[in-house]
């Protein structure tokens, strides 16, 4: 048994908490979830943890074995070449680094040490499947899945839908911005943390670093522009024709998938309609606790419909915050513009369906995404829209901080 490769590919990839004897509790076929994966991606990866896995017990030969069959179903996967690089030289010299025959990897291997890293620490996770997001409160019947991507562990989620009860499908190693999170300004490389939209597939002819396919996000979106953040053009997308994937920091912005994994997520996102929640550091609850969080903002809503029907003027403006903004017009202007249609009394009918809730992944404030069809019909205006809102709980209290048309 080579030592020197068994602890640098697994305590020199970085540091980490756990060790070579830690790992070897765990059986590979513990560590392996069955997701609906493409075929290609399951076997990817199943064999690179299995290969990696075979060298913490001292299987180096059957580790090169794996990862050989491995490279023959996807001979562009550059960490896979890397580890075979690695077993290949073990077998003349003592290795001292992971994928460098000496302490000072260069940025390339670097950035393959953290892409093992993550695809390892994933298969070690405690992870309960039956758990969800904490920002998963009430998609609509329409959303038949839901997107969650987790940038600290570079890693997707994806869930359907069913009589509003969200369920795991799979999860998908992912590639986020060359300089990580918080997008804030054009060409700054990172990528965005909110509640986005993936538009349909994009039909133009696209360079190859995009892969075979992309699928835009609405950033910047509301609360972007609200915050003054800039820049366009993140999506979901692919990687190049000669890589299997990337590392897990390596994009201009947009969260990017391998080939095998973007196509098995393309009749999802072809309806142009999938929600799309960006993260970091994802918390999991147990489901009835979403429940009750869902039904208290459920309340929320129903409340400010029923005092807008009324035209209680002096209630319906109370469910909105003095922060509150639309489209440049302050709780000021909107508070006077409502007093002064609302003086009239006219008799109004509004009806809400369709309405979905997601919390925001906003570390500063409890915020949350409210999306519906809105019909509206009064004496002198009859009007079908799609409506967006933004509630923040203030003081334990829900508030709309923004309204308009989404």
């Given amino acids: 048994m080579n030592k020197g490769l068994t602890y640098a590919l697994l305590a020199a990839i970085t540091v980490l908490p756990w060790n070579a004897t830690a790992i070897n509790r765990y059986s590979f076929s513990r560590l392996l979830p069955k997701p609906a994966l493409s075929a290609v991606a399951e076997l990817a990866e199943d064999l690179l943890v299995k290969s990696l896995l075979e060298i913490t017990q001292g299987k180096n030969q059957q580790a090169l074995a794996t990862i050989e069959q491995l490279l023959r179903s996807t001979p562009n996967f550059k960490l896979a070449n890397l580890v075979r690089g690695d077993l290949l030289m073990a077998q003349g010299k003592h290795l001292q680094a992971f994928g460098s025959a000496d302490n000072n990897p260069n940025e390339a291997i ?224 909107w508070s006077d513009h409502k007093t002064s249609v609302q003086a009239t009394k006219a008799k109004i009918d509004i009806a809400l369906s369709d309405i979905s809730m997601f919390a925001y992944p906003d570390t500063t404030k409890k915020l949350v995404v409210v999306d519906f069809m809105q019909d509206y019909s009064s004496p002198n205006l009859n009007n079908k829209m799609q409506k967006r809102q933004y509630w923040i709980l203030e003081n334990n209290t829900w508030k709309i901080i923004y309204e308009g048309a989404a």
């Fill in 110 to 333: 670097k950035d393959l040490q953290d892409e093992a890293r993550v695809r390892i620490e994933r298969y070690l996770s405690n992870a309960n499947q039956a758990k969800l997001p904490n920002l998963l409160l009430a998609p609509n019947p329409q959303q038949s899945h839901v997107i969650v991507v987790d940038t600290d562990k570079s890693r997707l989620y994806l869930y359907k839908n069913e009589h509003e009860n969200l369920t795991y499908v799979a999860d998908y190693y992912i590639t986020v911005g060359k300089n990580g999170i918080d997008k804030q300004t054009e060409g700054d490389k990172r990528t965005p943390i909110g509640v986005y939209f993936a538009g349909k597939k994009i039909t133009r002819p696209l360079a190859d670093m995009y892969g075979d396919a992309a699928y835009p996000l609405n950033y910047p979106n509301e609360w972007d522009r609200l915050h003054n953040r800039k820049g366009s053009g993140i999506w979901l997308h692919g990687t190049p024709s000669n890589t299997y994937s990337r590392a897990p920091r390596a994009s201009d912005g947009c969260v990017v998938l391998t080939k095998p994994d973007l196509n098995a997520l393309a009749p999802i996102l072809q309806t142009g309609t999938t929600p799309v929640i960006i993260a970091n550091n994802l918390q999991w609850l147990e489901a009835n606790k979403i429940s009750t969080e869902k039904q208290a903002l459920k309340e929320a809503v129903d409340n400010w419909l029923f005092d807008w029907q009324s035209q209680n003027t002096s209630k319906y403006l109370a469910h909105y915050s003095q922060d509150f903004s639309s489209n440049g017009i302050n709780y000021k202007q």
